[in-house]
């Protein structure tokens, strides 16, 4: 195995599903269940925002319940111990990553344990349920609170620091994304664009698989910890 200075790794709803999280686009998948328009887009927000907030409250709730799995603890090892620099960017919402113990952590589609107010941008930690009536604890206005996720129109946090870490990395690896929501799903070709080897972990060939130069499929408890350590072992 070769050894890689710099590592970027991506993750998504893979990644938590064995903690007992549900993936999106699976089968019994959260979009086969609520359609995303009435639930994930600042227009359903505008329309109705008692229903949004039911349904964050919900997975808000949801994610009190679970623990990061073996997956999640291989990507924090790696962190702690490998030489050079890991940065891991996820599209998860949950806490599982830093509940494991990463801590170059970006959430590229925002955090469900966090709020934001419309009216002065503060955001906040928000463990509990979330309606109209919380009152903003930076700048005290009643009813501007929305949940801190990015929805879809929306333009993904931390993109420049994204791009900066894919351009500089050597290996890339992508872990438990379908690859169908952009920019997340381009990644791939943007650090293979500058050279890096591409690496795709996940139970199945996701859509992008083609752009992978290497894959590995099964669940991410197995495949993620063995992958890890052989990385590690190289280190
Ligand atoms: P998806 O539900 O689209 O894809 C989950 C992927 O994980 C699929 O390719 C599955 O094959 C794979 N998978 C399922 N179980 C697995 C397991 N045990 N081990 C390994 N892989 C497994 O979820 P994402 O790609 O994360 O955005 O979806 C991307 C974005 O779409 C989400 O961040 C969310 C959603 O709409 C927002 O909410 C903004």
């Given at each position: ?29 959260i ?96 463990q ?29 946090f ?13 290996l ?55 992958y ?8």
């Open positions: 195995m070769t050894y890689y200075e710099n590592i970027v790794i991506l993750t998504g709803a893979g990644i938590s599903a064995e903690s007992g999280l549900d993936t999106f686009r699976d089968k019994g998948g979009w086969a269940k609520y359609d995303l328009m009435e639930l994930a887009t600042p227009e359903a927000f505008a329309r109705n925002p008692d229903l949004v907030h039911e349904f964050y409250n919900a997975r808000r709730e949801g994610v009190k319940k679970v623990s990061p799995n073996a997956a999640h603890f291989a990507l924090a090892q790696l962190e702690q111990s490998h030489p050079g620099k890991v940065t891991l960017i996820t599209q998860n919402v949950d806490p599982l990553h830093e509940k494991a113990g990463s801590k170059n952590l970006m959430h590229m589609h925002g955090e469900l344990n966090k709020a934001r107010c419309l009216t002065c941008h503060g955001v906040c930690t928000w509990d349920d979330l309606s109209r009536a919380n009152i903003c604890p930076s700048c005290g206005q009643a009813g501007a609170l929305r949940p801190h996720i990015v929805w879809f129109g929306e333009m993904p931390h993109m420049d620091d994204i791009t900066i870490c894919l351009e500089a990395c050597d890339f690896i992508s872990i438990g994304t379908s690859g169908s929501v952009y920019p997340a799903a381009g990644f791939v070709q943007t650090a293979h664009g500058y050279g890096a080897e591409t690496v795709e972990l996940n139970l199945e060939p996701s859509d992008g698989d083609r752009l992978f130069s290497v894959g590995h499929y099964g669940k991410a408890t197995k495949i993620v910890p063995e890890i350590a052989g990385l590690i072992k190289q280190d």
